[in-house]
């Protein structure tokens, strides 16, 4: 790892003013869990990284005519908070699958969505419940659908002097359930092979709304938008890639599966 100059700004204004002024030198750090191992191996070489500690808008989750939820807010935090439960459980599901549980204390949804490995876990759910990214830059804020947040692998649709600030997830409805499932060779401390997240909302018996995200099987989340052939359509929207966790058949397998118990779950929440 090579030496960089270490920055630590005390508001949003200040983190802005650096990436304007160093660009593509700059790094932003919460948690490291992702960037750090990455600096040690060479794949990324920044000549500044800058610790958002001290920005304290983006540490927080708050719950009232919607969900939002700062992007240096840990995955140990959204597990646990109260605001997450009902219908933005799946958000809680899927943080409580990141890493160890150290991992968990220090990994933040920021750093998990703006990495945009095809594999995030905090993805999917966000994308089922048209959760929206806000982004601040020169010009000041933006929102970002989720669905259209990542570009490719390792892409997103930030610009070099813009940063993720929160997550804004607008209130369900009444009667809606989610849940995220995914599938690893192993129980625990590993990369989804197929992840899956799907959102119902019901109303007199019918379901009026249903999205579905996948993760691991394309460069980006994937939303099929109906609830009949669901796990058909899901399978159909897949790309996935064969490689040493699964193949493409067999991740093509497991969206079916994991699309019939997300869904099949998700309703019995609605119905709750």
Known sequence: MRRFDLVLPNSLEDCLKILAERGTQAKLVAGGTDLLPQMKNGVLKPAVVVDLSGIARIRQVQNGNGLRIGAAVTARELELSPALRGAYLAIAESAAMVGSLQVRNLATVGGNLCNAAPSADMAPPLVALEAQAVIAGPKGERRVPMADFFTGVRQTVLAPNEMLI???????????????????????????????????????????????????????????????????????????????????????????????????????????
């Open 166 to 272: 929160e997550l804004v997830v607008p209130p369900p409805g009444a009667h809606s359930g989610a849940q995220y499932l995914r599938h690893t060779p192993r129980r625990e401390l590993d990369i989804a092979v197929v992840g899956v997240a799907s959102q119902l909302t019901m109303a007199d018996g019918r379901c009026t709304k249903a999205r579905i995200a996948l993760a691991s099987v394309a460069p980006t989340p994937v939303t099929p938008e109906a609830i009949e052939r669901a796990a058909t359509l899901a399978i159909e929207a897949a790309r996935p890639i064969s490689d040493q966790r699964g193949s493409i058949e067999f991740r093509k397998h497991l969206v079916r599966v994991l699309t019939r118990r997300t869904l099949t779950t998700a309703l019995a929440r609605a119905n709750a």
